[in-house]
């Protein structure tokens, strides 16, 4: 799920319709005709196999046989594509159990989902933020998460913000998960021991000196995403229960 983020070009209300457009349409011959939907799905799978930079209205063109100028018949150009493309591959979040577990439980359940969504589709943690979410999946997702945060005692005004908060963190640490060599993570303490100077890095120097800074895990960084999360649980749990035992005390 894209967070609300930096300003683009991107026509936002183009954007919108064509996230929002009826799938396929049929020919009389019972053939799938030539469709926003067929070219979405097109766009997905070359970026899952090649990654975004092999992406081009031509492209996909040539991989359903039609030319670039019948695809923009459907979708008015690449900016459009892509943003179209994200909601699709992000699908929709789980559906929830009932009876709904914990705020906190469904919260952890959500960063989880979109963890492995991330990790699915590499190519869309580097899918720049033009805007808010807009299309269908992204704003389910949105609201999967800002129902839990609801339930948390948190203000109203500060529900989007933090939403907002887990959503980039969440995004940022894939990115950063999809873009690390194996190889160099596990490198990455014998390097440090080697250059590191207890002297002006003290508290860097002690961490390794215990329990080693990084562990051979290939670059996982699953762990991080989950304790982080979990010290931002606590603080919001802690917050709750500070406003409740104020309210108690007026």
Do not use: C
């Amino acid at each position: 799920m894209r967070a609300a983020g930096r300003t683009g070009s991107t026509d936002l209300d183009a954007v919108a319709d064509l996230l929002w457009r009826a799938g396929d349409e049929r020919a009389d011959d019972g053939r799938v005709r030539l469709s926003a939907r067929l070219i979405v799905e097109a766009a997905v799978t070359i970026a899952d196999a090649e990654g975004l930079d092999a992406l081009s209205m031509q492209r996909v063109a040539s991989v359903l046989g039609y030319t670039s100028m019948a695809l923009y018949r459907h979708v008015p150009g690449k900016d459009q594509l892509v943003a179209a493309m994200t909601d699709v591959a992000t699908g929709r979040p789980p559906a929830p159990t009932s009876p709904p577990p914990s705020w906190r439980a469904e919260i952890e359940s959500w960063v989880d989902a979109v963890w492995e969504v991330y990790l699915r589709h590499p190519w869309l943690v580097r899918v720049p933020t033009n805007s808010a979410p807009v299309g269908p999946n992204e704003l389910a997702w949105l609201e999967a998460l800002l129902g839990p945060l609801s339930r948390a005692g948190l203000d109203r005004a500060e529900l989007i913000p933090m939403a907002t908060f887990i959503s980039g963190a969440v995004r940022g640490l894939a990115r950063a998960a999809t873009e690390l060599d194996p190889a160099a993570a596990a490198a990455y303490g014998q390097v440090l021991a080697r250059h590191v100077d207890p002297g002006r890095f003290p508290v860097l120097s002690s961490l390794m000196a215990e329990d080693g800074l990084v562990e051979d895990d290939g670059g996982d960084l699953t762990p991080s995403v989950h304790h982080g999360m979990n010290r931002l649980l606590d603080g919001i749990e802690a917050l709750r229960d500070r406003r409740s035992t104020q309210r108690k005390g007026t």
